[in-house]
Nanobody
Framework: VQLVESGGGLVQPGGSLRLSCAAS????????MSWYRQAPGKERELVAH????????NYADSVKGRFTISRDNAKNTVYLQMNSLKPEDTAVYYC?????????????WGQGTQVTVSS
């Protein structure tokens, strides 16, 4: 199983970035895909998630209206479009794949990609 994030970097306040997470080794379309982030000295927090079957999405209040999560099941990839970036968005962003059944929980993480918002 692999989740490989890309697209992070340094951007000025008000700018945009698009993160990608390429998945392999599991049935991507069966998993809820999420983006989390962790800033220095803070706990990891959920940024957004997307359910495969319905396409339903959910966002942290701090990113609503600025970030958009999407997925391409044919490419086994989930994206996070980040607009109007703020310095407080600076963090390591992690991709997560989750599937829960009655008897087992499957929970996979990527290695993270750094996003720095600074002038």
């Amino acid at each position: 199983v692999q989740l490989v994030e890309s697209g992070g970097g340094l951007v000025q306040p008000g700018g945009s970035l698009r993160l990608s997470c390429a998945a392999s080794g599991f049935t991507f379309s069966s998993y809820v895909m999420s983006w989390y982030r962790q800033a220095p000295g803070k706990e990891r927090e959920l940024v957004a998630h997307i359910i495969s079957t319905s396409g339903s999405t959910n966002y942290a209040d701090s990113v609503k209206g600025r970030f958009t999560i999407s997925r391409d099941n044919a490419k086994n990839t989930v994206y996070l479009q980040m607009n109007s970036l703020k310095p407080e968005d600076t963090a390591v962003y992690y991709c997560n794949a989750l599937r829960e059944s009655k008897f087992r929980r499957y929970d996979y993480w990527g290695q993270g990609t750094q996003v720095t918002v600074s002038s």
